[in-house]
């Protein structure tokens, strides 16, 4: 068993109450933080040190509506860029996410039981349909996006984290997580698991944060996070592709 010390921990809970085990009450929590700013900033994507892509990211809630809004800009190319919009409910459930880059764009919402996804392209006024057999409260984890990584890692905190005497328990182990990645439209099982505190360095100062290991069957992932500022998405290594991503 893992303990931390609790931040502002009930704004995130509203964010993900459906996943969650957060020990409060979840009504009076969902009125206080409607139409609240939960995250924002920008995340560096280097390369072998290089700079290559920043993400301009914001996470906020209108009327008990979660959207994550999210610009990937190419350094030294102005005129490339991705943006994507992911709105869910107060139970985790996705309403739609769009993305677009320019050349094409693309939406998935839920229908039925099933995830269905809209593919449009410049070519082309019509659009492609792909279905998948997939629950609502399945998780996006686009291409390139990190504030993704930064709201699956809010929900395996969620479901696998409670409080007790004013710190957060965290069981220590590994979840597994059904998602969709829109761009390369398919689906896939990840698993998510706690490592626990590191000291990491971030441009040039060292800091203890929460690290998370996120799997699936070709990578490997390391994410950290800050337990004492809303578990908030600092630092991710890719080792594998020489890919460090940092939190501005």
């Known amino acids: 068993m893992t303990r931390i010390a609790q931040p502002g921990w009930a704004i995130i809970a509203v964010l993900i109450c459906a996943t969650g085990v957060y020990a409060g009450d979840k009504k009076d929590n969902a009125k206080a933080t409607s139409n609240q700013a939960v995250d924002s900033g920008s ?10 892509v920043t993400e301009t990211f914001s996470v906020h809630q209108e009327n008990g509506i979660s959207i994550v809004k999210s610009r990937l800009q190419e350094s030294g190319n102005s005129s490339s860029a991705q943006k994507s919009e992911l709105e869910m409910t107060a139970s985790g459930e996705l309403v739609r996410y769009d993305w677009s880059d320019g050349n094409g764009s693309l939406q998935v919402t839920p229908k039925n039981e099933f995830l269905l996804e809209k593919i449009t392209t410049a070519a082309s006024s019509k659009s492609a349909e792909q279905p998948f057999l ?43 997580f059904g998602v969709l990645v829109p761009q390369d439209r398919t689906s896939m099982r990840v698993r998510m698991e706690l490592v626990g505190p590191e000291k990491v360095t971030i441009r040039g100062t060292e800091r203890e944060l929460l690290r998370l290991d996120l799997k699936g069957e070709t990578f490997t992932w390391a994410l950290w996070v800050d337990d004492k500022d809303q578990f908030k998405l600092m630092r991710v290594l890719i080792a594998d592709d020489n890919t460090e991503v940092v939190r501005d």
Not at 43 to 52: A, K, L, T, Y
Not at 139 to 156: G, H, K, T
Request: hydrophobic share 40%; charged share 20%; aromatic share 12%.
């Open 134 to 176: 997939m629950p609502s409260t399945s998780a996006i984890l686009d291409n390139n996006f990190f504030i993704d990584r930064e709201i699956l890692a809010w929900r395996y905190l969620a479901t696998n984290c409670h409080t007790d005497n004013g710190a957060l328990k965290c069981q220590k182990g590994p979840l597994e």
């Open 43 to 52: 995340f560096g994507v280097f390369v072998r040190g290089q700079r290559v």
